[in-house]
C-alpha cells in the first residue's frame, strides 16, 4: 500500500486486521545501498501476522522506488512518502504513531534479522506478562560479539531500581532499542519528543520502569554499522553546552535520576558511579573526536 504523507488521514487503518499482532515501524531517508535486504528479512519472517510501515522521509535516491516496488507487491507494507525532511527523532515518532499492532518493533534500514526472530520474541511475550520487551543476540554487522558494550544482556531484575542500575552495565542501548515492545509501554513515553545524546537509552530507561526485557538465545539481529550513534559528528549535534560538552549523557543522566531517587537513597547512591562512568568515557571519546579528529566509533570503548 502506497500512500502520500497529504492524504494519509484519508486512508482508513480499518482496512487491516483488527487482530493484527506486529507493527514493524521502519524509518528510512537515503537507504537504498541496504533497504531491499532489510525488507527481505523481514517479509521473510516464519511469523507474518504484521503490518510494515515504512516512513521515508524526502529521501533523494532511490529508496522511493524501491519501497514502491515491495509496496506494490507485499500488502503488509504501508509506505508514506513525506512531503518533506522530518528530521531522524520526528520520523522514528511517525512509523510509533502509525502503528496499530499491540506488539511493536522499530526496524532500521541497514538491520537483517533470522527469519524466526519474531515467532521466537512473540511467542516469548505471549508467555510471559513480566516482560514488556524480548530480542535476540544482536551485534554490529563490522565487528566481533560483545554483550556488554552491545548492552546485549537480558534485564530480569524484579524491581525497577535494580533493573535501572543493570542496564548501565552496557554501552549501546541498540539491542534493545530495536527489540519487541508492547505497543503500550511504548505509547505512554512522555518526554519522546526530546532528543539527546542517549535520547535512545531513555526509551529503554522509560521501559524498563514497567517491566523486564528478555534476550533470547533463538533468532539474532544484525544491525548496520552505518547508524547515527556511530558517526563520529555523533557528539559535536548535541555539544550546545560546556556541561554537555564535559558531560555528554547529561540529559540522560538526570532523566534516570528522576526516575531512581523516588526509591531511596542506597539506589541512587548505586547508580551515580555508573552514571559518572558513562559520562567519562564519553568526555573522552568527545574530546578525541572533536579535538583531535578521532575516528573511532562509539562502541569500540569497553566498560
Known amino acids: 500500500m502506497v500512500i502520500d504523507s497529504r492524504t494519509l488521514g484519508q486512508t482508513p487503518q480499518t482496512q487491516l486486521s483488527s487482530m493484527l499482532k506486529v507493527s514493524i515501524g521502519m524509518p528510512v531517508y537515503n537507504g537504498e545501498a541496504d533497504i ?20 521515508d522521509n524526502a529521501s533523494n535516491d532511490r529508496t522511493e522506488a524501491i ?25 522514528f515518532l511517525f512509523v510509533l504513531d502509525e502503528a496499530i499492532g499491540e ?26 506478562d513480566g516482560y514488556i ?18 548492552g546485549d544482556f537480558a534485564i530480569e531484575d524484579e524491581v525497577v531500581p535494580e533493573r535501572m542500575i543493570n542496564f548501565f552495565r552496557g554501552w549501546h542501548a541498540n539491542a534493545r532499542f530495536y527489540g519487541l515492545y508492547r505497543h503500550s509501554v511504548l505509547k505512554n ?13 531513555a ?14 538465545d533463538d533468532g539474532w539481529v544484525r544491525l548496520g554499522s552505518g547508524g547515527v550513534s556511530n558517526r563520529s559528528n555523533v557528539f559535536m549535534r548535541h555539544n550546545s553546552s ?53 575516528t573511532n566509533r562509539i562502541d569500540d570503548v569497553s566498560l
Open 36 to 55: 531491499r535486504s532489510a525488507l527481505n528479512s523481514l517479509l521473510e519472517q516464519t511469523f507474518s501476522d504484521f503490518e510494515l510501515i515504512i516512513s
Open 67 to 91: 519501497c514502491r516496488e515491495y509496496a506494490g507487491r507485499d500488502s503488509r507494507i504501508r509506505y508514506v512518502r513525506q512531503s518533506k525532511n522530518l528530521g531522524a527523532t520526528e520520523n
Open 103 to 128: 506488539y511493536f518493533m522499530w526496524a532500521a534500514a541497514d538491520d537483517l534479522r533470522s527469519p524466526d526472530y519474531l515467532e521466537k520474541n512473540i511467542e516469548f511475550l505471549l508467555q510471559k
Open 133 to 150: 520487551a524480548s530480542t535476540s543476540k544482536t551485534h554490529f554487522d563490522d565487528r566481533e560479539y560483545n554483550s556488554i558494550s552491545m
Open 189 to 201: 513515553y512522555k518526554e519522546r519528543q526530546k532528543s539527546y545524546f542517549g535520547s535512545d537509552w
Open 203 to 216: 526509551w529503554v530507561i522509560h521501559a524498563l520502569t514497567y517491566g523486564k526485557i528478555a534476550r533470547l
Open 242 to 294: 560546556l556541561v554537555k560538552f564535559v558531560l555528554p549523557f547529561f540529559d540522560l543522566s538526570v532523566f534516570t535520576i528522576k526516575i531512581i531517587r523516588s526509591y531511596g537513597a542506597i539506589y541512587l547512591i548505586r547508580l551515580l558511579p555508573r552514571l559518572a562512568l558513562i559520562n567519562y568515557r564519553a568526555f573522552i571519546l568527545n574530546v578525541k573526536w572533536n579535538l583531535l579528529g578521532f
